[in-house]
């Protein structure tokens, strides 16, 4: 595991550009399945259709697992930290009200990885949206509520 001192110098690398396709991760502190629930899990998605709604993102993949997130988007309006700090701030507050409970729902940042334009994007989102599979969650794909994909 990283020190304090290289996370941080993994994120000092950190670039925003407009336009740019990234593969988002967000976990749960201690990996609490908090989001096991349909209701939870929906408010998150709901969280993500905000942001495209808000013209800060277009959400063109997700997958909501009980204790993480995976977020395929291309950015738009805004740097990808103020995004991620928005839709993390929603979140926490939804989830909390739902959840009667208090206190931050996130581990601090997220992981990020800037899309290539080479890379197969469906590839990507196939990957992300099988997720549920690979957890052994569901048999089929398709029995997994929580996802999406502007591709399937």
């Given at each position: 595991?990283?020190?304090q001192?290289?996370?941080?110098?993994?994120?000092?690398?950190?670039?925003?550009?407009?336009g740019?396709?990234?593969?988002?991760?967000?976990?749960?502190?201690?990996?609490q399945?908090?989001?096991?629930?349909f209701?939870?899990?929906?408010?998150?998605?709901?969280?993500?259709?905000?942001?495209q709604?808000?013209?800060?993102?277009?959400?063109?993949?997700?997958?909501?697992m009980?204790?993480?997130f995976?977020?395929?988007?291309?950015?738009k309006?805004m740097?990808?930290r103020t995004l991620?700090?928005?839709?993390?701030?929603?979140?926490?507050v939804?989830l909390?009200?739902?959840?009667?409970?208090?206190g931050?729902?996130?581990?601090s940042g997220?992981?990020?990885?800037?899309?290539?334009?080479?890379?197969?994007l469906?590839?990507?989102?196939?990957?992300?949206v099988?997720?549920?599979?690979?957890?052994?969650?569901?048999?089929k794909?398709?029995d997994?509520?929580?996802?999406d994909a502007?591709?399937?």
């Amino acid at each position: 595991m990283p020190s304090q001192h290289q996370s941080h110098r993994l994120r000092s690398g950190r670039y925003s550009e407009e336009g740019q396709i990234y593969l988002l991760t967000v976990v749960v502190n201690n990996r609490q399945p908090v989001l096991s629930g349909f209701e939870a899990g929906r408010l998150v998605v709901d969280a993500f259709r905000k942001a495209q709604q808000e013209q800060s993102a277009n959400s063109l993949a997700f997958v909501v697992m009980p204790d993480h997130f995976h977020w395929l988007i291309e950015l738009k309006s805004m740097p990808l930290r103020t995004l991620m700090g928005r839709t993390k701030s929603r979140t926490t507050v939804a989830l909390n009200r739902l959840l009667q409970r208090e206190g931050s729902l996130w581990q601090s940042g997220f992981h990020d990885r800037a899309i290539r334009k080479e890379e197969d994007l469906q590839a990507v989102a196939r990957y992300i949206v099988a997720n549920p599979l690979r957890a052994g969650l569901v048999d089929k794909v398709g029995d997994y509520p929580l996802w999406d994909a502007i591709w399937l």
